[in-house]
């Protein structure tokens, strides 16, 4: 086909590949609108669903039972004389709520272990000095505390002042008095201090003395606002342990580490003190307290820790050491700030918006993974490959198109759920959210190139993904949160499990959820930049961990798409040769030993053997007239399932000039696709070698797909894009720019009937068969390759446009080389400069169509019809006009007959006739030259016997 003045048959550069590519995307993308639509509706719609939610629960937290109301404490019949309005502490809900312009006074407590944890002597300690385990069955076990330090006699005086010896209550003031004792709980704290759930809850409160007496639980009356209790009060044994050193304080504590278990003997020690250098100037302090008590469920602020209590402890025990036992720090109470009425709040989407926008984010992978597989099943990827398209501009675009819709993705998402008021997003910093966002979809992207290697077909690929999608999501949500939100299970661990790409994105969603849904809660912000340096919060090393996972994932994703699919694959070594100097791009004798060729020289007739040392004087004398050539080339398809190996190609020897058109003629199986696929680039030969414009296929296929065209035996299409959009983005492929593309593509359209009638801007999926064998024709010969690959060209097209298809060709062959493959007797005859015909793997015979005739078809087929009572006299007839004539066919009184041509004269044939009609009726006859189909039969037939015999 004509393209004018351009550069069509310089390889295309490296951005005009990337060129063609990206307009072939976008083009694609504006197919498939509808799809993008309702993929980016789905975090629409999640969005809208958590805020009618929201808007639910909010309604239901409106309530007015659920608000701040007031009580009359004192009425006159029907007429509320005194109204108390505020918070009601029958109803401890409303302390988030209420506004407690006067918060009520609480004792000042220590964090005592619950009874039946406290510590007691077993294998954990063996100690002398722990108390004996039979303790535990009257729940009797003492308070035990840990002290060391430089200065032992120093330390125990001081321990010693720390722990009282009697118990003093003034019933006047109750509530005070309790603060000037040492008392304890085993409760968990609040996020408050409105409330002390020590006196609201069926646990006693604990009152330390270093020996307690029989009568040592008794009931307290407890006034808050305007709710009366009675407070049930009990003695608890403080006993005091002396260590040589902290490692030893620091050793027990561990061991009696209260862990998820609850039901686990444990033995817990309620706190531990190092008073280091200290002395009687000096007053140097480090305390270790139990944290695990704090109110911590994962879905809001972190509980009060019970320390002021232990610090004013052993400070007011160092004065009485310096002062005497008079002389005390008080600590009167415990006391929240004032608040004002606030709202009651539950922000669902920040509690749950770790698993549902984990789902909402993964969804990306299935569209990312099943787009690269559909490629793959229906060798796009490859198809593309073959016309031009190097892997760098094929990798930078296919990532760059993906990378671009999940951006967009992530965009409408963010914006959505901000617009609608989603605390999630408004609460934390955007630029956090970017980071971790667009890190997260690289690595996402990276992965589906990965597994995509490892699919070969759509449906497989997308049903493991979205079972992958939901199956993380609901592992994350239900399991690994909680792993998370547990301050006992090793860190370690959880990094480890967040090398899974679903727990890291889920682990970070959950860091951003608890930022706002705290923020929220207590009225400050979300995360921010430096809460990364604390501890507790997981982002920082999430946004690591993703970073170089998505490096590692891509270079990986890279390497084994080379190895594995692009196309035939390279060898996993190939990264070491780009270190190697390349060989000169030549003709060269092939290293690698022909081994049985001896054999098929002296079993190959005489026109094979000429072609293959024909073959042999062009390796050894290089012609570039020669555009492909085949030395002995061999495939083997190795042993599986029990099958012995398969001669798919058998020492094939062939040398195909500029200009000229190949036919391979061959039953079904005989090895023609084989060999093709060898060719292009899609398998590696077993053995022998074959060169393209001089490109050794085993080694530069990326050059010989520069300057090659391919029709292959099933379309590969798109099904969304139209003819036209295929001719012009594989003219792109092959280097044709402006005036001389838009030329080529009309000429080329017009050429296979498919520029009239709107054909050309149809979608090509709602193209017929011979249509579609029509548009892969075109694809094949856009560009002007100079060497082309048509398996099939005419299969499923009417006559008419199978003679059409035959004029194109006709002139495509005229300055290019092309191997056909066809089992159209007539198409071969009419395309084809040299046959050669394929069985088994083996070319049987090589020549133009006449010279196969006159070879393999030495005869005419003499047919005639008459009465069964007559056949006796045909066959006289026959054996008259020719002794070696040999009958062929029979049936019903007709019968045929190969003539030798060297045996008969047709003027003798004709006057035999006429002498024959004079003695019987003779119905019909006819004389037929041999046709190529009669030659093909008889080769194949020959061929197939003498494989028998062996």
Request: hydrophobic share 40%.
């Given at each position: 086909m004509?393209?004018?003045?351009?550069?069509?048959?310089e390889?295309?550069?490296f951005?005009t590949?990337?060129?063609?590519?990206?307009?072939?995307?976008?083009?694609?993308?504006?197919?498939?609108?509808?799809?993008?639509?309702?993929?980016?509706m789905?975090?629409?719609?999640?969005?809208l669903?958590?805020?009618?939610?929201?808007?639910?629960?909010?309604?239901?937290?409106?309530?007015?039972?659920?608000?701040?109301?007031?009580?009359?404490k004192?009425?006159?019949?029907?007429?509320?004389?005194?109204?108390?309005?505020?918070?009601?502490?029958s109803d401890?809900?409303?302390?988030?709520?209420?506004?407690?312009?006067n918060?009520?006074?609480?004792?000042?407590l220590?964090?005592?272990?619950?009874?039946?944890?406290r510590?007691?002597?077993?294998?954990?300690?063996p100690?002398?000095?722990?108390?004996?385990?039979?303790?535990?069955?009257?729940?009797?076990?003492?308070?035990?505390?840990?002290f060391t330090?430089?200065?032992?006699s120093?330390?125990?005086?001081?321990?010693?002042?720390?722990?009282?010896?009697?118990?003093?209550?003034?019933?006047?003031?109750?509530?005070?008095?309790?603060?000037?004792?040492?008392?304890g709980?085993?409760?968990?704290?609040?996020?408050?201090?409105?409330?002390?759930?020590?006196?609201?809850?069926?646990?006693p409160?604990?009152?330390?003395?270093?020996?307690?007496?029989?009568?040592s639980?008794?009931?307290?009356?407890?006034?808050?606002s305007?709710?009366?209790?009675?407070?049930?009060?009990?003695?608890?044994?403080?006993?005091?342990?002396?260590?040589?050193?902290?490692?030893?304080?620091?050793n027990?504590l561990?061991?009696?580490?209260?862990?998820?278990?609850?039901?686990?003997?444990?033995?817990?020690?309620a706190a531990?003190?190092?008073?280091?250098?200290?002395n009687?100037?000096?007053?140097?302090v480090?305390?270790?307290?139990?944290?695990t008590y704090?109110?911590?469920t994962?879905?809001?602020?972190?509980?009060?820790?019970?320390?002021p209590?232990?610090?004013n402890?052993?400070?007011?025990?160092?004065?009485?050491?310096?002062?005497?036992?008079?002389?005390k720090m008080?600590?009167?109470?415990?006391?929240?700030?004032?608040k004002?009425e606030?709202?009651?709040?539950?922000?669902?989407?920040?509690?749950?918006?770790?698993?549902?926008?984990?789902?909402?984010?993964l969804q990306?992978?299935?569209?990312?993974?099943?787009?690269?597989?559909?490629?793959?099943?229906?060798?796009?990827?490859?198809?593309?490959?073959?016309?031009g398209?190097?892997?760098?501009p094929?990798?930078?675009?296919?990532y760059?198109?993906?990378?671009?819709?999940s951006?967009?993705?992530?965009?409408?998402?963010?914006i959505f759920?901000?617009?609608i008021?989603?605390?999630f997003?408004?609460?934390?910093?955007?630029s956090?959210?970017?980071?971790?966002?667009?890190?997260?979809i690289n690595?996402?992207?990276s992965?589906?190139?990965?597994?995509?290697?490892?699919?070969?077909?759509?449906?497989?690929?997308?049903?493991?993904?979205?079972?992958?999608?939901f199956?993380?999501?609901l592992?994350a949500?239900?399991?690994?949160r909680?792993?998370?939100?547990?301050t006992?299970?090793?860190?370690g661990?959880?990094?480890?499990?967040?090398l899974?790409?679903?727990?890291?994105?889920?682990?970070?969603?959950?860091?951003?959820?608890?930022?706002?849904?705290?923020g929220?809660?207590?009225?400050?912000?979300?995360?921010?930049?430096?809460?990364?340096?604390?501890s507790?919060?997981?982002?920082?090393?999430i946004?690591?961990?993703?970073?170089?996972e998505?490096?590692?994932?891509?270079f990986?994703?890279?390497?084994v798409d080379q190895?594995?699919?692009?196309?035939r694959?390279k060898?996993?070594?190939?990264?070491?040769?780009?270190?190697?100097?390349k060989?000169?791009s030549?003709?060269?004798?092939?290293?690698?030993?022909r081994?049985?060729?001896?054999?098929?020289?002296?079993?190959e007739?005489?026109?094979?053997?000429?072609?293959?040392?024909?073959?042999?004087?062009?390796?050894?004398e290089p012609?570039?007239?020669?555009?492909?050539?085949?030395?002995?080339?061999?495939?083997?398809?190795?042993?599986?399932?029990?099958?012995?190996?398969k001669?798919?190609?058998?020492g094939?020897?062939?040398?195909?000039?500029?200009?000229?058109?190949?036919g391979?003629?061959?039953?079904?199986g005989?090895g023609?696709?084989?060999?093709?696929n060898?060719?292009i680039?899609?398998?590696?030969p077993?053995?022998?070698?074959a060169?393209?414009?001089?490109?050794?296929?085993r080694?530069d296929?990326?050059?010989i797909?520069t300057?090659?065209?391919v029709?292959?035996?099933?379309?590969?299409?798109?099904?969304?894009?139209?003819?036209r959009?295929?001719?012009?983005?594989?003219?792109?492929?092959?280097n044709?720019k402006?005036?001389?593309?838009?030329?080529?593509?009309?000429e080329?359209?017009?050429?296979?009937?498919?520029f009239?009638?709107?054909?050309a801007?149809?979608?090509?999926?709602k193209?017929?068969?011979?249509?579609?064998?029509?548009l892969?024709?075109?694809?094949s010969l856009?560009?002007?390759?100079?060497?082309v690959?048509?398996?099939?060209?005419?299969?499923?097209?009417?006559?008419?446009?199978?003679?059409?298809?035959?004029?194109?060709?006709?002139?495509?062959?005229q300055?290019r080389?092309?191997?056909?493959t066809?089992?159209s007797?007539?198409?071969?005859?009419v395309?084809?400069?040299?046959?050669?015909?394929?069985?088994?793997?083996?070319?049987?015979?090589i020549?133009?169509?006449k010279?196969?005739?006159?070879?393999?078809?030495?005869?005419?087929?003499?047919?005639?019809t008459?009465?069964?009572?007559?056949?006796?006299?045909?066959?006289?007839?026959?054996?008259?006009l020719?002794?070696?004539?040999?009958?062929?066919?029979?049936?019903?009184g007709t019968q045929k007959?190969?003539?030798?041509?060297?045996?008969?004269?047709?003027?003798n044939?004709?006057?035999?006739?006429e002498t024959?009609?004079?003695n019987?009726?003779?119905?019909?006859?006819?004389?037929?030259?041999?046709?190529?189909?009669?030659?093909?039969?008889?080769?194949?037939r020959?061929?197939?016997?003498?494989?028998?015999?062996s």
């Open positions: 004509a393209n004018g003045n351009n550069t069509a048959n390889p295309a550069s951005w590949q990337a060129n063609a590519l990206l307009r072939k995307n976008l083009t694609f993308q504006k197919r498939n609108v509808k799809t993008n639509v309702r993929l980016i789905f975090p629409f719609v999640l969005c669903l958590l805020l009618l939610l929201q808007k639910l629960i909010d309604n239901q937290l409106d309530k007015a039972e659920n608000r701040c109301g007031c009580i009359c004192r009425t006159e019949g029907d007429t509320c004389l005194e109204q108390v309005c505020g918070i009601q502490y401890l809900d409303q302390v988030a709520t209420c506004p407690i312009p918060p009520p006074e609480w004792p000042p220590l964090q005592l272990p619950a009874p039946q944890y510590a007691a002597r077993s294998d954990f300690f100690f002398s000095d722990f108390p004996n385990p039979s303790c535990r069955r009257n729940g009797s076990c003492p308070v035990t505390m840990l330090g430089t200065n032992q120093f330390g125990e005086i001081v321990s010693g002042n720390m722990v009282p010896t009697t118990l003093n209550i003034n019933n006047s003031d109750i509530m005070g008095s309790l603060a000037a004792n040492v008392l709980s085993d409760t968990e704290t609040e996020y408050s201090n409105f409330l002390e759930p020590a006196f609201f809850s069926d646990l409160i604990y009152y330390l003395q270093s020996q307690c007496t029989q009568n639980t008794f009931s307290i009356p407890v006034q808050i305007t709710i009366s209790t009675q407070q049930e009060v009990r003695c608890a044994q403080g006993l005091r342990l002396w260590r040589n050193s902290s490692s030893e304080v620091n027990e561990y061991k009696g580490y209260r862990r998820s278990n609850p039901e686990r003997q444990i033995d817990e020690i531990g003190y190092d008073f280091l250098n200290s009687g100037n000096r007053f140097n480090s305390i270790w307290y139990n944290s704090k109110n911590n994962g879905f809001g602020p972190i509980g009060l820790a019970r320390i209590r232990s610090v402890l052993v400070s007011n025990a160092y004065l009485q050491f310096l002062l005497g036992t008079g002389t008080l600590f009167e109470f415990v006391k929240e700030m004032p004002p606030t709202p009651l709040k539950f922000d669902l989407a920040s509690l749950l918006g770790g698993l549902f926008f984990t789902w909402v984010i990306l992978f299935p569209v990312v993974l099943t787009s690269l597989v559909y490629e793959k099943q229906q060798k796009l990827r490859i198809m593309m490959k073959m016309h398209l190097g892997d760098g094929y990798w930078m675009i296919s760059g198109y993906f990378l671009a819709l951006v967009v993705y992530m965009l409408c998402f963010v759920g901000s617009v008021g989603l605390k997003f408004t609460m934390n910093d955007y956090i959210q970017f980071v971790f966002y667009f890190i997260y690595l996402q992207i992965l589906a190139f990965l597994l995509a290697s490892m699919f070969s077909n759509v449906k497989t690929a997308t049903v493991t993904a979205y079972l992958g999608v199956g993380t999501g592992l949500g239900f399991l690994f909680f792993f998370v939100q547990d006992s299970f090793p860190k661990w959880i990094i480890v499990m967040e899974f790409p679903g727990f890291a994105l889920y682990r970070g969603l959950y860091e951003f959820s608890q930022s706002s849904f705290i929220d809660a207590l009225g400050t912000h979300g995360m921010r930049w430096g809460d990364l340096s604390d507790t919060n997981g982002m920082k090393e946004l690591i961990i993703i970073f170089v998505w490096l590692l994932v891509l990986f994703a890279y390497y190895v594995l699919s692009s196309g694959g060898s996993p070594l190939f990264i070491l040769k780009g270190f190697q100097k060989p000169h030549s003709f060269r004798k092939p290293s690698i030993q081994q049985g060729s001896k054999v098929f020289v002296q079993i007739k005489s026109d094979v053997n000429q072609e293959r040392e024909k073959v042999e004087q062009v390796l050894l012609n570039i007239s020669h555009a492909i050539v085949c030395d002995n080339l061999r495939k083997v398809y190795p042993e599986r399932d029990g099958n012995p190996e001669f798919a190609v058998r094939l020897s062939l040398a195909l000039p500029q200009g000229e058109c190949f391979m003629l061959g039953p079904n005989a023609k696709t084989s060999f093709i060898m060719m680039g899609l398998s590696k077993t053995s022998g070698s060169f393209v414009q001089g490109l050794d296929i080694t296929m990326d050059g797909y300057s090659m065209g029709c292959p035996q099933h379309d590969l299409l798109w099904e969304t894009l139209t003819g959009e295929h001719l012009i983005f594989y003219g792109r492929l092959k044709l402006g005036s001389a593309l838009t030329q080529a593509v009309e080329s359209l017009k050429s296979v009937n498919l009239h009638g709107g054909v801007d149809k979608q090509a999926g193209y017929s068969g011979g249509m579609k064998r029509r892969s024709v075109a694809i856009i560009g002007d390759p100079r060497v690959y048509m398996d099939e060209p005419s299969t499923g097209l009417d006559p008419a446009s199978r003679n059409n298809l035959w004029n194109v060709v006709k002139r495509a062959k300055d080389a092309i191997i056909l066809t089992h007797m007539e198409e071969a005859e395309l084809c400069d040299r046959l050669g015909i394929f069985v088994d793997g083996s070319l049987q015979c020549g133009n169509p010279e196969l005739k006159a070879r393999y078809g030495g005869t005419y087929v003499f047919t005639m008459t009465s069964m009572d007559h056949e006796k006299d045909v066959e006289n007839l026959v054996q008259q020719s002794p070696n004539a040999n009958k062929i066919y029979h049936i019903s007959f190969e003539l030798p041509k060297d045996e008969i004269r047709m003027a044939v004709f006057r035999a006739v024959a009609k004079r019987f009726t003779v119905s019909a006859w006819g004389l037929a030259d041999t046709t190529l189909e009669d030659v093909f039969i008889k080769v194949a020959g061929a197939q016997a003498f494989d028998t015999l």
